[in-house]
């Protein structure tokens, strides 16, 4: 099993910035995919970053520019650094890792962009 808490969120003007955080505990594999998903009020589930343990990104286009995502392999921890927020990007994010074929999900953290 693995441990996912994310950290972060909370209430930004439009413009501003939030640095979210994921750790993961338990048993971690070396090679996994560490990402992170949002979820907005009456809409899907959608991806918004990804980050392999070598280092390769992916990013959905509406973010491409703002946001950026890292990993500290040392930590167990993916990071997600968003600028420019807009309302749209209101969501409760959340972490997922991927290893040995299996998927981990944190429990969310909510972003709210609002003036």
């Known amino acids: 099993q693995v441990q996912l808490v994310e950290s972060g969120g909370g209430l930004v003007q439009p413009g501003g910035s939030l640095r979210l955080s994921c750790a993961a505990s338990?048993?971690?594999?070396?090679?996994?995919?560490m990402g992170w998903y949002r979820q907005a009020p009456g809409k899907q589930r959608e991806l918004v970053a990804s980050?392999?343990?070598?280092?390769?990104?992916n990013y959905v286009d509406s973010v491409k520019g703002r946001f950026t995502i890292s990993r500290d392999n040392a930590k167990n921890t993916v990071y997600l650094q968003m600028n420019n927020l807009n309302p749209e990007d209101t969501a409760v994010y959340y972490c997922?890792?991927?290893?040995?074929?299996?998927?981990?999900w944190g429990k969310g953290t909510l972003v709210t962009v609002s003036s």
């Open positions: 997922l890792n991927t290893q040995g074929g299996m998927s981990y």
């Open positions: 338990g048993r971690t594999f070396s090679i996994n995919v």
């Open positions: 980050i392999t343990d070598y280092g390769r990104i």
